[in-house]
């Protein structure tokens, strides 16, 4: 089992950049991929990105695609979302979540985090 915490989230305007971190701790990362989803309210819960346990393989909502960016840094167990031109329809909760394998863009993660708010207003 792989222990996840979010962090980084907040309150930005609309055009503005946040960039959320999640550290895993618990069984060893190695063949972990990484991703994040995300929760609007009164929705269900959707896809963001995900990247391979290199690095090397990446995905992306196209929401998100050209704004978004995910990268991870094993030797600190952290994985990384930098978020530009954010929209008030970026507006959720985001979680970080781990699975052995491939990186997978549906929810069959097997390790999730608490979330972290991103609220984008004008």
């Known amino acids: 089992q792989v222990q996840l915490v979010e962090s980084g989230g907040g309150s930005v305007q609309t055009g503005g950049s946040l960039r959320l971190s999640c550290v895993a701790s618990?069984?060893?990362?190695?063949?972990?991929?990484m991703a994040w989803f995300r929760q609007a309210p009164g929705k269900e819960r959707e896809f963001v990105a995900s990247?391979?346990?290199?690095?090397?393989?990446?995905n992306y909502a196209d929401s998100v695609k050209g704004r978004f960016t995910i990268s991870r840094n094993n030797a600190k167990k952290t994985v990384y979302l930098e978020m530009k031109g954010l929209r008030a329809e970026d507006t959720a909760v985001y979680f970080c979540a781990a699975r052995p394998g491939a990186p997978w863009t549906t929810g069959q993660y097997d390790d999730w985090g608490q979330g972290t708010q991103v609220t984008v207003s004008s």
């Open positions: 990247v391979s346990w290199t690095g090397g393989t990446t």
């Open positions: 618990g069984r060893t990362l190695g063949g972990i991929a």
